[in-house]
């Protein structure tokens, strides 16, 4: 069975960093894993993403600040220069293909809070 986890989240201030850390584990192909934040009432965005190939997709409020990586099942995001307005729920997707399976199947992780205070 295929989870995924997100840690790192927590509270910081205005111009500080966090990284995230985001784990798949399970049987699997990993197509690709990114990086999603949500606030209530709207729906996610994405952030970054990382494919298998190494390419690399920021949103450009984010260019420059942060920085996504990928180890194997293991994504990290490495976030600078912390605004208020990146405060939110940052939800880790992975994009995996299982066994005796010809497509890829997104998996959320449930989330990790970032706040980041003025």
């Known amino acids: 069975q295929v989870q995924v986890a997100e840690s790192g989240g927590g509270l910081v201030q205005a111009g500080g960093s966090l990284r995230l850390s985001c784990e798949a584990s399970g049987s699997f192909t990993v197509i690709a894993m990114g990086w999603y934040r949500q606030i209530p009432g709207n729906e996610r965005e994405l952030i970054a993403d990382i494919s298998a190939d190494g390419s690399i997709r920021y949103a450009d409020p984010v260019k420059g600040r942060f920085t996504i990586a990928r180890d194997g099942a293991t994504s990290h995001l490495q976030m600078n220069a912390l605004k208020p307005d990146d405060t939110g729920t940052y939800h880790c997707?992975?994009?995996?293909?299982?066994?005796?399976?010809?497509?890829?199947?997104?998996?959320w992780g449930r989330g990790t809070l970032v706040t980041v205070s003025s």
């Open positions: 997707k992975a994009s995996l293909r299982t066994p005796g399976n010809r497509y890829a199947t997104h998996y």
